[in-house]
């Protein structure tokens, strides 16, 4: 602990006015500071004693709570926008037939289209991935500063984790909605166009 201020008064100024005195101790285990408490009010009992471990333990927990809370918003944001990345593919997937008909009819193979369609979404996740963490990296950081007034310090190997995750998964979503595009032939394509 330390002072947040002080005041220097001349000697001699202060000396009857009432004063007190803190001292700070620490212990081995709560036994052995149910033991010291014990014995210092027994002998003094105009002393009060506070555990300042407990007091810690229960800003501890009420910060944990907070952190719980926002990990579960942020998951919540996450899931969420899962969903709308993967509506937005599935809305997205006429035009998907329509370019994979356009591909075949000039000659392009499935494997060319896989491979097209993979880098297409892969990039689109990635793209999604960096925005959301950069806003989110954003967000903390002005929250930390501005609001805590505590320095920041992202953990960049779960973010990079994270970014690879949705990336995976937006690419992974894609393919598996491209698989019935490559399926359909291209003259069927145009005649129900037609």
Do not use: C, H
């Amino acid at each position: 602990m330390q002072p947040s201020f002080l005041v220097l008064f001349p000697a001699g100024s202060l000396e009857q006015a009432p004063q007190f005195y803190v001292l700070l101790t620490r212990t081995g285990s709560t036994a052995a500071l149910a033991r010291v408490q014990q014995d210092l009010l027994r002998q003094f009992p105009n002393v009060s004693a506070i555990d300042l471990g407990l007091i810690l333990q229960t800003i501890e927990d009420i910060l944990g709570k907070i952190s719980f809370v926002i990990r579960f918003m942020a998951g919540f944001s996450i899931l969420t926008g899962l969903l709308v990345l993967s509506s937005s593919v599935v809305i997205s997937r006429y035009q998907r037939v329509r370019e994979s008909v356009l591909l075949r009819t000039l000659g392009a193979s499935r494997a060319q289209i896989m491979r097209i369609t993979l880098v297409e979404y892969a990039l689109l996740g990635l793209l999604a991935a960096l925005a959301g963490i950069g806003l989110a990296v954003l967000a903390a950081w002005a929250l930390a500063v501005w609001v805590f007034e505590v320095g920041f310090g992202p953990a960049l190997l779960p973010l990079l984790g994270l970014a690879g995750v949705v990336t995976v998964l937006t690419a992974g979503i894609g393919l598996l909605n491209s698989r019935d595009v490559l399926r359909r032939s291209p003259l069927e394509v145009l005649r129900a166009e037609g």
